[in-house]
């Protein structure tokens, strides 16, 4: 049970910051710092986007994954398999479902 406290503990909110009566005093410091920093701030996050797993090996290792490395031509993926996990992804069960995607162009009507 992890919400049960062992006997003789008392419960982290009783003391520090998350007091009753400290808080309400803490409260006001930490609202003018937060006011004050929030332009310093938005400036200064900036959003990364997150790299595929093509990418990330390609970082790494210097190669791309997905290209041959017989005959250079890029190679498409059908099946995924890992040594502890077994299968992880199957084009095939995935054509099955009927949640397949294509990305080649289709033949007009």
Request: charge should be positive; aromatic fraction near 10%; proline fraction near 5%.
């Amino acid at each position: 049970m992890q919400h049960t406290v062992a006997k003789g503990f008392k419960r982290i909110r009783y003391y520090g910051v998350q007091a009753t009566k400290t808080f309400a005093k803490v409260k006001v410091i930490i609202q003018a710092a937060l006011a004050k920093g929030a332009g310093v701030i938005k400036g200064a996050v900036q959003i990364i986007a997150r790299l595929t797993y093509r990418q990330r090996y390609e970082q790494s290792t210097g190669r791309d994954p997905l290209v041959c490395p017989h005959c250079r031509h890029e190679m498409g993926i059908w099946r995924i398999w890992h040594p502890t996990y077994g299968v992880i992804y199957d084009e095939g069960e995935v054509i099955k479902r009927g949640t397949y995607a294509s990305t080649a162009p289709r033949a007009g009507p």
